[in-house]
């Protein structure tokens, strides 16, 4: 069965970066579009970048030019880069692993930043 499970989340200070990785099992990894979204309390759960079996990426405008995602096939992982993090980028961050029908998610990582 397939699984995805993040990690690297974290308490971090306005102007810091982490790096989000998840884990993908179960899967033929590089076939899939993979992608980070995040959801913070009272919120909608948002797109935050994506990544396409041919590494194509695409951004929400929030996070152009300081969050860069990536891939490594080698490891079925995901990563999400995360620099210049700011207070409204406080979120539970979700990994997605999706393919024709296929849709999967991971469990969460807690991003809070706050000084």
């Known amino acids: 069965q397939a699984q995805l499970v993040e990690s690297g989340g974290g308490l971090v200070q306005p102007g810091g970066s982490l790096r989000l990785s998840c884990v993908a099992s179960?899967?033929?990894?590089?076939?899939?579009?993979l992608g980070w979204h995040r959801q913070a309390p009272g919120k909608q759960r948002e797109l935050v970048a994506v990544?396409?079996?041919?590494?194509?990426?695409n951004y929400a405008d929030s996070v152009k030019g300081r969050f860069t995602i990536s891939r490594d096939n080698a490891k079925n992982t995901v990563y999400l880069r995360m620099n210049d993090l700011a207070p409204e980028d406080t979120a539970t961050y979700y990994c997605?692993?999706?393919?024709?029908?296929?849709?999967?998610w991971g469990q969460g990582t807690q991003v809070t930043v706050s000084s």
């Open positions: 179960g899967m033929l990894f590089n076939i899939y579009a």
């Open positions: 997605n692993a999706y393919w024709g029908p296929n849709n999967f």
């Open positions: 990544i396409t079996r041919g590494d194509n990426t």
